[in-house]
């Protein structure tokens, strides 16, 4: 698998289980708590594995990046959350970010 594989499985995993811990607070049920637990207890062999492709620090700052945006996507589209102008301006500094650290 490549990094680009290692970057998309891991920014799922982290979007789905931060999903899923959302959903627990919104209903209190909890197996979405335990659905959330179980994604969240994989990133770290995910991450682990992607460093074999560069360095840990790149590995962290794109998969952070990635997955704010899609969390926020996520986010806006599932629960219904709204940004407001601070946060939309932080988060087009997150994109720019992320496409200075993938030109090479």
Known sequence: MT?????????????AAITLAKQW??????YWLVASMFLFCLMPIVF?????????????AVWVATSSILITITGYLIFKEHLNTNQMTGL??????LIIIEIK
């Open 3 to 15: 990094f680009f594989w290692y970057i998309v499985v891991l920014s799922v995993i982290d979007v």
């Open 25 to 30: 607070q919104v209903s209190n049920q909890w």
């Open 48 to 60: 682990a594995r992607s460093t074999t492709f560069a360095p840990s620090s790149i590995v962290n």
């Open 92 to 97: 087009l500094v997150v994109i720019i970010g």
